[in-house]
């Protein structure tokens, strides 16, 4: 088990260095490795005629927390890891700290996941204390951003996100990462980000921004600090940094915050992404318009041009062949734009995928399905961009199929 020290952990503050540059792209083996295990035909044959071709950096391709497969996400070295690999946007998931600082996490209360927080100090900051597993009960913890400063969150290490819920000590909670991710890249401790050095490290590496306004595990507003002031903050650090607005694409799984984009910052606003998470919604299927909260023409209407639903929601099956929901056809005839996520998030998929691959689990029996996947998000959907927990894999082919 990777142990995460004090020691370790106060290097952290050391001379951090957020400006990198990527000198070639380079997709290692991984995807050949799904092409070889692709059934035969004309998909296989195209993407192996790629093999040999020039990598180069893609928008279609969309770094997810970076590289968090097997890097320690919302890092600098996971995103320099996802633009080595042709990423051509990167993510920062946007939470606060007690003191109003934005910085990356991926949820404002994931601190007990991808930190050492539990094997520090701070952890008496946290808002649900370690408890140890204990019969059929779990082990369990919460801790916050806004419980401590930005100050304190940079003494933190990160760590693949993962927890042992049979853990009976906090440093044991610490471990859980999954078999098919890795603990190597956490040993040597990686750097954490604020949101604006996110800004400074992404151009540096020669790549675009799509920031997620995370939503708040605390009552808003938070010592005087409202949503709309939330949204703004977010905007005005792109404007600090001189980004123009074409180069940003904010995201948020709440509607009022693009829509408050849409009216308070136009030109951010136009590509304002509204993640779709109507899943959550009893009855919802995005093959039955009838069980929408919002139909594509009023999301639409509303001033929305992007949407990002996850993949399963873009996609069916037809004797067999994966082919456009519903949902999907809908969008692209409202002249919605599609984002989606996520590839590289499900494991070896030959039990089905899981969650990600529930729309086609039918025909999810090898890691071969992966291309054939993204192939019909691509071309019979008609995704903008697709995000991956290992952006190799969407870069090739994107650069494969000549998708900018």
């Not at 693949?160 to 440093?171: C, G, L, R, Y």
């Amino acid at each position: 088990m990777v142990r995460f020290s004090l020691i370790a952990a106060a290097t952290l503050a050391v001379a951090p260095v957020f400006a990198q540059s990527v000198d070639r792209v380079d997709y290692g083996p991984r995807p050949l490795y799904l092409i070889d295990r692709m059934a035969d035909g004309a998909l296989k044959d195209k993407l192996q005629s790629c093999a040999g071709q020039v990598a180069s950096q893609s928008l279609f391709s969309i770094g997810h927390r970076g590289a968090p497969m097997q890097f320690p996400e919302h890092t600098v070295e996971s995103n320099v890891a996802a633009a080595r690999m042709g990423a051509g946007i990167l993510e920062c998931d946007v939470t606060f700290t007690k003191d109003l600082e934005l910085v990356c996490r991926h949820a404002q209360n994931d601190l007990h996941t991808t930190t050492n927080i539990l094997a520090t100090p701070l952890a008496s900051t946290c808002a649900t204390p370690f408890t140890p597993a204990s019969g059929d009960d779990a082990a369990n913890a919460e801790c916050r951003t806004s419980e401590i400063t930005l100050d304190e969150y940079r003494t933190l290490t990160p760590k693949m996100d993962a927890a042992d819920k049979s853990a009976t000590t906090a440093e044991a909670y610490l471990g859980g990462t999954a078999g098919w991710r890795t603990d190597l890249y956490s040993v040597e401790p990686a750097k954490l980000m604020t949101h604006a050095e996110s800004i400074e490290l992404f151009k540096s590496l020669g790549a675009k921004f799509t920031p997620e306004l995370k939503s708040p595990s605390v009552e808003m507003p938070f010592n005087g600090f409202s949503q709309e002031d939330y949204a703004q903050k977010l905007v005005d650090e792109y404007k600090a940094a001189g980004i123009p607005a074409s180069d940003v694409w904010l995201q948020s799984f709440n509607l009022d915050d693009v829509l408050y984009w849409i009216k308070a910052e136009p030109a951010f606003g136009a590509q304002a992404v509204y993640l779709m998470d109507e899943y959550d919604i009893d009855g919802y299927s995005p093959m039955d318009p009838e069980t929408w909260p919002n139909t594509m023409e009023e999301l639409k209407a509303m001033g929305v041009n992007y949407i990002a639903p996850p993949v399963w929601m873009l996609v069916t099956l037809e004797n067999g062949e994966i082919v456009a929901s519903e949902l999907a056809k809908q969008a692209k005839a409202a002249d919605l734009k599609i984002i989606t996520w996520t590839i590289e998030r499900s494991g070896p998929l030959v039990n089905g995928g899981g969650w990600y691959y529930q729309s086609i689990a039918d025909v999810t029996t090898t890691d071969g399905v992966m291309y054939e996947y993204i192939d019909a998000l691509a071309q019979k959907v008609g995704v903008e961009g697709i995000f991956s927990d290992w952006p190799a894999t969407v870069t090739y082919y994107a650069n494969c199929m000549g998708l900018k």
